[in-house]
């Protein structure tokens, strides 16, 4: 059974900075690309960042370039988000996910691309 947990939420001032993990496992994590994805109350998920099976290479949204980065340890099953600079508007539940998709391409930018979602944890940035 796949799991993807998600921690590292919680309440933080805008510009400041948390750091999110998710562990993964029932998976070959170092086959699965690994995106992070967040949802705010009353919208739409939206895509955040995505890494490659061997983090070579990254993808971000245009809103969080230059100040979240993503990164993953394959030993340890684990991706992580970094993210400084926080703005009020970024408040959400922020999710990892796992695509099958192979070598990455643009289309990890869409939910539809990944196959298994952790549970969400909670950001809050207090303006």
């Known amino acids: 059974q796949v799991q993807l947990v998600e921690s590292g939420g919680g309440l933080v001032q805008a510009g400041g900075s948390l750091s999110l993990s998710c562990a993964a496992s029932g998976l070959t994590f170092s086959k699965y690309v690994m995106g992070w994805f967040r949802q705010a109350p009353g919208k739409d998920r939206e895509f955040v960042a995505a890494?490659?099976?061997?983090?070579?290479?990254?993808y971000y949204a245009d809103s969080v370039k230059g100040r979240f980065t993503i990164s993953r340890d394959n030993a340890k099953n684990t991706v992580y988000l970094q993210m400084n600079s926080l703005k009020s508007d970024e408040t959400a539940v922020y999710y990892c996910?796992?695509?099958?998709?192979?070598?990455?391409?643009?289309?990890?930018?869409?939910?539809?691309?990944?196959?298994?979602w952790g549970q969400g944890t909670q950001v809050t940035v207090s303006s």
């Open positions: 996910a796992a695509s099958s998709l192979g070598p990455i391409t643009t289309d990890v930018l869409l939910s539809t691309a990944y196959n298994y």
């Open positions: 890494i490659s099976r061997s983090a070579g290479t990254t």
